[in-house]
């Protein structure tokens, strides 16, 4: 089986591995489609709050996004993992896979319609490549540490779909983005209690942990993302403010122990130090104003706080 040209406007920023890859679910044979490297292709932008690495247009190449060809997925059977996880498949994890082909077919066409994994990619292909990722995952064994790969994978479709959403507004791809964006938030939360219990051997995912794929933050990124997204979808993982308060408090503690780790150094640049800091004091903010509403001598002790602090103010300023 030989393999397939790239179309004539995918030539220059991607190719097929001569390597045939067989799908280990339904023996289905495909080329894995690899970004091309160098030439200035990508033009790495700045750096998020999210630690996404954003790349800039290129007049020359296009709008070229690595994340897009990094999940391999099987063009039939809609099997997706991660390149290092796709053939180390256990019998009893094949035989979920292929029990559950239809849903992930399904899915598929209930968001995108009708569309080919085999086909050259674009940001469709990528998105759906991690949401895949993400269902697949959930059909295997610790011994791959799944947990943090769901983490990534969701984080990564929610980046992705909120570029489909800026393109493509009629579509509902900001409520997708952000189911995928509380996800993640679950997901990286179980990742730290995953580290403390050993549940899963985290050398296995040390690899992936990204979440960009110019610098891999590692653990740091866990604990600052596991924060991050706790504080921007703490609504969506709780309800009333004791839980809120709960919930973010957990987050917060892990984050002091990035926050309080000292200087900066070559494995810990000083960005995501200064990011930490000030997400922390966020958080504590926030915390406070939870607190007020579900805990009243603890709201009628701020207020009287704040009335002393008031007349003080009012007294230096020479006010009666």
């Known amino acids: 089986m030989a393999a397939p040209a790239a179309a004539n406007n995918q030539k220059k920023i991607s190719y097929r591995a001569k390597e045939v890859?067989?799908?280990?679910?339904?023996?289905?044979?495909?080329f894995k489609e690899e970004l091309l490297s160098g030439s200035g292709r990508l033009i790495a932008g700045k750096l998020t709050q999210e630690l996404q690495r954003l790349y800039e247009d290129n007049k020359k190449w296009g709008k070229i996004n690595p994340l897009v060809y990094h999940v391999q997925v099987c063009p039939k059977c809609l099997y997706a993992a991660f390149p290092k996880d796709f053939t180390t498949l256990l019998s009893e994890e094949i035989l979920a896979l292929k029990n559950t082909t239809s849903h992930r077919q399904k899915v598929v066409e209930t968001f995108f319609g009708k569309y080919d994994m085999g086909d050259n990619r674009n940001i469709v292909h990528g998105a759906i490549s991690y949401m895949l990722a993400v269902d697949c995952y959930h059909l295997r064994g610790n011994q791959i540490a799944p947990t943090p790969k769901k983490a990534v994978a969701a984080m990564r479709s929610a980046w992705l779909l909120d570029d489909l959403y800026k393109e493509a507004n009629y579509r509902p791809y900001d409520k997708l983005r952000d189911f995928y964006y509380v996800e993640a938030a679950r997901y990286y939360k179980?990742?730290?209690?995953?580290?403390?219990?050993?549940?899963?051997?985290?050398?296995?995912?040390?690899?992936v942990l990204g979440p960009s794929l110019d610098f891999n933050w590692a653990f740091d990124g866990v604990i600052y993302l596991n924060s991050y997204l706790t504080r921007k979808f703490i609504d969506q993982m709780a309800t009333n403010p004791k839980d809120k308060y709960t919930i973010m408090g957990a987050s917060r503690q892990y984050l002091s122990k990035l926050y309080g780790s000292g200087k900066s150094s070559k494995s810990r640049p000083s960005v995501i130090i200064d990011m930490a800091k000030e997400l922390y004091d966020e958080m504590g903010k926030m915390m406070e104003k939870f607190r007020i509403e579900y805990d009243p001598v603890f709201a009628e002790q701020k207020a009287k706080e704040?009335?002393?602090?008031?007349a003080l103010l009012a007294q230096s300023q020479g006010k009666p």
């Open 306 to 310: 704040a009335a002393e602090a008031q």
């Open 190 to 207: 179980r990742v730290l209690d995953t580290m403390t219990s050993g549940v899963e051997p985290m050398e296995e995912a040390a690899y």
């Open 21 to 30: 890859t067989k799908c280990p679910v339904c023996g289905t044979t495909h």
